[in-house]
């Protein structure tokens, strides 16, 4: 796995399919942090539960404010490499990780 890169994902009601995109991502990349932008489902308790580090955000400031707080805090921690992901699952994460990694240098085993 790609040590010094992580995964950012803002997620605003999305307990239906944020667990899957949180494990399909973890298969590749080590960490990802999911920002709960004041969901009223269990959005930030899935993302826990599927592994990934949650910032909570007590009520929905909208997916900028959500990426911002993403981006200083994958920064504070020292990834040099940060990808954000959607949390509705539309795209397959291993696909979409191999795009964003192939342009840094970086492809996954298959």
Request: aromatic share 4%; net charge negative; proline share 2%.
């Amino acid at each position: 796995m790609s040590s010094n890169i992580c995964v950012i994902i803002p997620a605003y009601n999305a307990a239906r399919t944020l667990g899957d995109v949180v494990r399909g991502a973890m298969r590749h990349i080590s960490k990802v942090i999911v920002a709960d932008d004041g969901s009223t489902d269990a959005t930030g308790d899935i993302a826990s539960s599927a592994g990934a580090e949650v910032i909570t955000i007590a009520e929905n400031r909208g997916k900028g404010n959500a990426l911002k707080l993403l981006f200083q805090k994958a920064t504070q921690e020292g990834y040099d490499t940060v990808i954000s992901m959607d949390a509705d699952g539309q795209h397959d994460p291993k696909r979409y990780l191999n795009l964003w990694l192939s342009i840094c240098g970086t492809l996954l085993a298959s």
